[in-house]
């Protein structure tokens, strides 16, 4: 065998030096997806529910979930929290198995909209700071956990109202506290069950710009929708869920017509089994025509 030297490589050979190796870069290893969903089914009240779904979500996308009443939205993001247990099929959160997964600092989770206060008197900012629980250290809130609290109170414009009763707010403001109490542990996965639902159009866009901010800064983001509104240029991709199947996994469809407007009615449960979105196929979700 004829080895041909290169002219650099004798003369490093000459120098005593030997030639460095060219080898070919190694391809990084991509990061593990916040979420992954695997075949995620589950039954609630004896009925099927999720039926196979997939759901995956890479580190700073912005993925929203859509899909008309009763798809299974809430329940499929109810499932990646650990509140919905599957029947079958697999969930990691950061690359680690759901059900050895502790971490919950990382996570913070808008519930579909119920009440802050649940009866029991408390001030927008000890709602708040209830979220930056799994954060503090010690037992008492450092000044970095005050001056979060505080960040996530402006963030969503309840600045002026921090000393108030949750019970005298609004469903819109009260949505706004929902949502500072899930940013004041500085998560890096946000996952918002309609965040947007009864929300006044100026509280939509303070929610917009606060969601923006928390982009920009690289949170990853799972958000269920009814519809797009003011969050549209936000989202990366969208996920529709139809009778508990995923029925389309890309581009953020264009909402027209009525099934733009929520409260649209839900559509008849018709398949028993789930048939992936083939490209070019006409979505049925409820949410377009
Ligand atoms: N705890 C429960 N027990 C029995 N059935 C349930 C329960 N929770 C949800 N379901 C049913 O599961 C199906 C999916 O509900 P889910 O709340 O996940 O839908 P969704 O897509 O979030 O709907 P919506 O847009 O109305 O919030 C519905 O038919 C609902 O009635």
């Not at 009763?70 to 759901?98: H, P």
């Amino acid at each position: 065998m004829v080895t041909v030297k290169s002219e650099h490589a004798q003369e490093a050979a000459e120098r005593g030096h030997a030639p460095r190796p060219v080898r070919a870069r190694e391809p990084r290893p991509l990061p593990a997806p916040v979420i992954a969903l695997r075949g995620a089914t589950a039954t609630l009240g004896g009925r099927p529910v999720l039926r196979g779904i997939d759901l995956t979500v890479h580190p700073g996308e912005v993925v929203a979930l859509l899909g008309a009443n009763g798809s299974g939205k809430s329940t499929a993001v109810r499932s990646v929290i650990g509140q919905v247990a599957l029947a079958s099929g697999e969930i990691s959160l950061f690359g680690a198995e759901l059900r050895r997964f502790r971490d919950w600092s990382r996570v913070g989770y808008v519930p579909q909209r119920t009440t802050a206060a649940s009866g029991v008197p408390a001030t927008v900012r000890e709602v708040v700071s209830s979220g930056r629980l799994s954060r503090t250290r010690l037992g008492w809130p450092s000044k970095a956990d005050r001056a979060a609290v505080q960040r996530a109170i402006e963030l969503v414009g309840l600045a002026d109202r921090a000393k108030d009763s949750v019970g005298a707010l609004s469903g819109g403001q009260h949505q706004r506290v929902l949502i500072a109490r899930a940013l004041a542990a500085e998560p890096e996965l946000l996952i918002m069950d309609e965040p947007m639902a009864g929300v006044d159009l100026a509280s939509q866009e303070i929610l917009a710009a606060t969601l923006r901010e928390q982009v920009a800064a690289g949170t990853t983001v799972l958000l269920v929708l009814h519809e797009l509104g003011p969050l549209e240029p936000l989202i990366d991709r969208a996920v529709v869920l139809r009778d508990g199947c995923v029925t389309h996994d890309g581009p953020p469809p264009r909402a027209v017509g009525q099934h733009a407007l929520p409260g649209h009615a839900p559509e008849p449960l018709t398949d028993s089994s789930c048939h992936p979105h083939a490209a070019g196929e006409p979505l049925r979700t409820g949410l377009l025509s």
